[in-house]
């Protein structure tokens, strides 16, 4: 690997993940695209890399996150088991799964990312004092309360429907350990449509599952000789130094200019994966 | 009734996965940032890249370790199973992987 690719592959990123970190997002979901678009890196490589930089980048940032009291780490480990279970699903179906597919799997997560960015997320948490039934999830102790500064006092929040959320966390798992992404594509919907947490706590608590979560996977990937060290070197670098700045950043800029490029950005790359999965069905090689 | 029980444990807790996690990414990063150094000089740099690379996979490992032992303590059982079965379903995957990658080609 030469340099010039090597310099090109920080800049990547770098880029992605402080454009990523205005917005709360994971660049995962940028980097699989633009090394097999632009660098014409092997998808299942790619998947490789980016899992080491999804990796770092959620180490990385947890811990202003844990210091303001905003992760649910009880809740966490209790996903987590959802979380690992699909990705040891996906690391079990990686080398069955055809390139084709993935391509096709990667341009619908694109498409659905950029369609739940379009359509603004309201705070689902509803009051504590409504009335609920008691559930077995209640022995658990999920329930717990975070600080909040507009308030200025701390809000108690209720953890619903575990269920549903860790059916979701295994799909999230599955797509993670298969695309190389922390697929907050459906974390989203767990959080907010099953488990009705604030908005504050789930991007906290998402973002801190989401290492063990793609650790579960790029284990065996990193044993089978998977993961290239060279580029997942250079990216996992280049995704925490751009993180650190996308945060600093982050207040300077208009958010709303800013979705609007991400979503034309996402809409673009899930084009492109759509029509390299094609190209590869058509023209019949795979690598 | 709604507020987790053992406050300040949980406080200890959340500070120390900070430090953890953070401390962690750091070393992780500079000993990749060395490894790629020595690489573009000639040297044979892969090995610490690897090692650095390595450290990213061990950390969030070494998190469940440390949230066990926190959960050991406050003799909250059902979490230090719970924790457990996070531990274990990952070494599950890290074996079935490796193994059926080698029967697969």
Redesign the interface.
């Known amino acids: 690997m030469d340099?010039h690719f090597?310099i090109w592959l920080f800049a990547v990123a770098l880029g992605t993940s402080a454009l990523g970190g205005m917005l709360g997002m994971a660049s995962g979901i940028f980097i699989v695209p633009v090394l097999t678009i632009f660098g014409h890196v092997d998808i299942r490589a790619a998947v490789g890399v980016s899992l080491?930089s999804v990796?770092?980048c959620?180490?990385?940032s947890?811990?202003?996150f844990?210091?303001s009291?905003l992760?649910n780490?009880?809740l966490a480990?209790?996903l987590?088991?959802a979380t690992?279970?699909g990705?040891?699903s996906g690391?079990?179906l990686?080398?069955?799964v055809s390139v084709t597919v993935l391509y096709l799997l990667f341009a619908a997560v694109l498409f659905v990312s950029a369609q739940q960015m379009l359509s603004r997320r309201g705070d689902p948490a509803t009051d504590?004092g409504e009335a609920r039934a008691p559930s077995w999830t209640d022995?658990?102790?999920l329930?717990?309360?975070y600080p909040d500064q507009a308030l200025g006092r701390d809000v108690?929040y209720?953890v619903q429907r575990l269920p549903l959320g860790m059916l979701f966390m295994y799909g999230a798992g599955l797509l993670s350990a298969l695309l190389g992404i922390g697929s907050g594509v459906l974390k989203i919907p767990a959080m907010d449509t099953a488990l009705r947490l604030p908005i504050k706590i789930s991007s906290a608590t998402s973002n801190f599952m989401i290492?063990?979560t793609?650790?579960?996977?790029?284990?065996?990937?990193?044993?089978?000789g998977n993961?290239d060290?060279?580029m997942?070197?250079?990216v996992?670098?280049g995704s925490?130094v751009g993180s650190i700045l996308g945060a600093r950043i982050l207040m300077r800029v208009s958010s709303e200019k800013l979705r609007i490029l991400f979503i034309v950005v996402l809409l673009l790359l899930g084009a492109q994966m759509l029509l390299s999965a094609l190209g590869i069905s058509i023209g019949g090689h795979h690598s | 009734m709604s507020a987790p029980p053992n406050e300040t444990p949980q406080r200890g807790l959340e500070r120390l996965l900070a430090a953890l996690l953070h401390y962690g990414t750091a070393a992780a990063c500079v000993a990749i940032s060395i490894g790629l150094v020595m690489q573009w000089r000639g040297a044979h740099g892969q090995g610490v890249i690897n090692a650095g690379i390595a450290a990213f996979i061990i950390l969030p490992v070494l998190r469940l370790i440390c949230m066990g032992i926190a959960f050991l303590r406050a003799r909250d059982f059902r979490f230090v199973f719970i924790t457990a079965l996070v531990l274990a379903i990952m070494a599950v995957a890290c074996v079935l992987g490796v193994l059926f990658s080698a029967h697969g080609h």
């Open positions: 340099l090597e080491i990796i770092a959620s180490c990385g947890a811990a202003p844990l210091r009291r992760t780490v009880r480990v209790v987590e088991a690992t279970l990705a040891l690391v079990l990686f080398n069955i504590v022995a658990l102790q329930d717990a309360a108690v209720r290492s063990v793609a650790a579960a996977s790029a284990g065996a990937y990193f044993l089978r993961i060290p060279l997942a070197g250079v996992a670098v925490v």
